[in-house]
Each structure stands twice: as structure tokens, then as C-alpha cells.
């Protein structure tokens, strides 16, 4: 199976490294490491870069910001550093921090590098060749449901994550802070955020109980293990790991999750392969975590909103770069559509109290 698994391409004009200046770096701190300095970028994502460094025979994954990126916050380097050197200690899922950078003479900007989790990614579409069943369907989203359960249990502060974030007033500042996020990346005149940002305000729900969170949890940042599809190995992304209310964890995975029944134009920018025979919905996907963590989940309609809000402010930050000239990546020039799709489906949920 080791074809169905997920491999970077060519570097994409305009995001090379500088080989000359990365290589002594690598080469200092993996003196033992010998052969020729290779990079290669694994295509997808629309936030960080991220590329395989071959260092011989040793495979590592590099990390750094996306060029012309306006939202410095979102693209922390040591934080994403941080949790990681934490959180594989204990949640090997979570790939090992090798090294970080914050010199910005050696790329530009921060970075940091780890270990290379190989295996299978679940994007749009499983991939050729993998024959997924429905029962195969229905283990694979219970696994993905368990793991972010397994997640949510840490003992964030005994990992020494207890100054990632604030839980007081999480849910605050997620909505104050995603409007505003909004409106720093406005281009154009969308009413459907105004009708959004007042329900969220008026619905906002007492807060939860707080855990670690990994704000992106959705098929494609997982890594499944090629002997068996239904085995998490791995879970990328933490660049927006907080501490925070566990549900808005739950609430982004039902964002990215589109049920077979959801209308053509959330079909057409389906994220993941959720809407194979034997998946759960997002309603079961509910009541598994509920299972799973005994946790109140009687207000996920107002978390899934929430989250839904915040794809479309993510996609509008991105558009954002693309829109003014900032980045020449093509794949962006959809997301202006993709972000009144998200609004329109935040919308729906809110009116008819549907997960």
C-alpha cells in the first residue's frame, strides 16, 4: 500500500528555501546524518508550508509561515514548536520536534522541523486504489471521533501546557475575535457575516469544562496507518492548539464534516470523504463524543455556527492575500465562493437548529 501513501511534490515557484543557508543548520544539528540535502513540499493546506527535507537517508518535515502572510499570530513557529516538544511525550500521535529556528536570516522567517509521520491522508476522496467499505467507513469515523476524545482527556497542565491559553472568557473572545479577524480581511461586502456575528453573540452558551483543543481537526490533518486505514497514527497542524472549551474542538470537526443530505454547493467543496455508505453523520459524530466523554453536547448547534464562522473568516484571511497580490498560489482565487458557501450553511444551521 505504500503508493496510496501521501507524498510531496516540486516546490511551488516563488515558496523555495534557501538550501545554502538551511543545509550548515541541519547539517550542525544532525552531525551524524550524512548524504545530500534534498526538499520537496507536500502540496495541500492553504496556511503553513510545509516541506519533506531529505538529509541523506533522514526524512524530516519543515515547517514555516506562508509568504505574504498578514496574520503574524496565526503562523507562531516556537508555539507550534512548543506543544509539540510537550505533547508527543504523551500523545505520540503528535509528531516529535526536532528543531527550531527563530533566525530569520536562514529563511526569512521562524521555522521549526520534525519527524516525518508516514502513512495515509484522507483528502476529498480516498485514494485510488484503497477500497474503503462501509463498515471500513463506519470504524474509520468512530476512530476519528475517539481520537479527538482521547485528545480532549490530557492533562494539559501536568504536560506543561497550562499557559497555552486562557479558558476564562474562550468563548468571549472566539467570537469577538473571529469578527474582528473577519473584518481585517475584509474584500467585500458579504451581509450574511452581520446576520452570523449577532446570532453568535445572542446564543452564546455558558462556557464548558477546558482541555488541550487542536482548533483543526478534520480528516485530511490526520494520518492513518497503511496496514490499517482505521489506526491513527498521526495528527498534523497545531498551529491553533489552545486551551480552551473542548466543544469548539467537536464543533470545527462538524464544520469541515458534510452529511450525504447537505446541499449540492457544500458538496462541491467537501473536504473530506464523510459522505462514503457507513460514515456517521454529524448527529452520530455527536452523540459518539458524548459517549465517549459524557460531556453536554445539547448546544452543538451554536459550536458548529461558531465554526463554521470561522472557516469562512480563515478562507476570507487567505482570499485575503491572494485578493491583493501576496501570494500567486491559484488554488486561493476559489475561496471568495467557498467563504459565502460556509456563510450560507452557518446560516441554515442557525435557523433551523440543525446539526
Known sequence: MADLQDHPTAVRSGEELDLARLE???RSHFPDVSGPLSVAQFPSGHSNLTYLVCLGDRQMVLRRPPFGSKVKSAHDMSREYHVLSKLHVVYPQAPKAL??????LVLGSPFYVMERLPGIILRRDPPQGLGIT???ARQLSEAFVDNLARLHTLDYAAIGLQDLGKPQGYLDRQVGGWIERYHGSQTHDLPDVEKVSVWLRERKPREASSALIHNDYKYDNLVFDPSDITRIVGVLDWEMCTVGDPLTDLGTA????IDPQDPEELQRIRWGP?????TLTR???????ALATGRDVSNMVFYRVLALFKVAVIGQQIYYRYHHGLTQDTRFASL???VKVVLRAALRSAADGSL
Open 24 to 26: 550548515p543548520l541541519l
Open 99 to 104: 528543531l527550531y529556528c527563530a533566525d530569520p
Open 134 to 136: 462501509a463498515e471500513t
Open 254 to 257: 462538524l464544520a469541515y464534516w
Open 274 to 278: 464523510t459522505t462514503l455508505p457507513g
Open 283 to 289: 448527529a452520530q459524530l455527536v452523540e459518539h463524543y
Open 336 to 338: 471568495a465562493e467557498m
